[in-house]
């Protein structure tokens, strides 16, 4: 397996607040990997990191082949953000615009794809998460887990090589989390290599390849499923005691 995805000693400060400790992680391709941790420990940091969302302080990144560490050119960037879709809480649709044409204005304006292939495109991955049907609507339209879907949907219409999952389910109910989560699942039986920050513990469980715990900015434990059920650390049982 090769390594998407390569982390060397990354520190990140915010202002005086140290979040990024030396962070080493390397993700193999085809590999889910989930990230847990307390809000604070510097997850959701790390993971904004491999799409340069966040600049890096000190160390060295490596994405679908990308280097970087606190400088990378513009070009650079740009195809880097080609390969790496990422999809967050909120789901950034634009109201105005309808569900196809949310999905088409990136490989139209980034990778200038023709519009009846953009199209074509927009009804694939629309069809990848269950909502075909919605085409033409408005996301004002659409129920939290709707848009959540059109989302991960947006994202995978520029044929990336990784996906990033940033919480995507803590704004919604469980009924509507369980869509989307459905949508994940069908992704990684695909052989989506995946980077997940989330608060689902069973679903971390039940299908990632690797958790890692994150803990006062430093990766604290990791392993496979098994760590949640028996944790080496006392950091880590007491964060699956309190449930977050």
């Known amino acids: 397996m090769s390594e998407i995805v390569r982390l060397k000693n990354v520190h990140k400060w915010f202002g005086q607040n140290h979040v990024l400790r030396g962070i080493d992680l390397a993700v193999n391709r085809g590999e889910i990997v989930a990230i847990i941790g307390q809000s604070g420990s510097g997850k959701s940091t790390a993971l904004r ?23 990378i050119s513009h070009q650079d960037l740009k195809q880097l953000r080609q390969d790496v879709g990422i999809v967050f809480q909120s789901y950034n649709l634009f109201p105005h615009l309808t569900v196809e044409q ?10 200038k794809m023709a519009k009846n292939k953009a199209k074509e495109v927009a009804r694939h991955v629309l069809t990848q998460v269950g909502l075909l049907d919605k085409l033409e609507a408005y996301p004002e339209q659409l129920s939290g887990g709707q848009q959540q879907r059109v989302a991960i949907a947006r994202s995978l219409a520029m044929d990336p090589k990784l996906m990033l999952f940033d919480e995507v389910t803590s704004a919604l109910d469980p009924q509507l989390t369980g869509e989307v989560l459905r949508v994940i699942e069908n992704l990684a039986a695909g052989g989506m290599t995946m980077v997940l920050v989330t608060h689902e513990m069973a679903f971390a469980q039940k299908l990632a390849h690797r958790i890692i715990f994150m803990h006062q900015g430093r990766i604290h434990e990791q392993g496979n499923a098994k760590i949640l059920q028996a944790p080496a650390t006392p950091e880590l049982q007491e964060f699956l005691s309190t449930g977050l």
């Open 102 to 111: 949310n999905i088409t204005l990136a490989p139209r304006s980034v990778r």
């Open 49 to 71: 990191c491999m799409d340069r969302l966040e600049i890096i302080n000190e160390g060295e990144i490596t994405v679908c082949g990308h280097q970087f560490g606190n400088d």
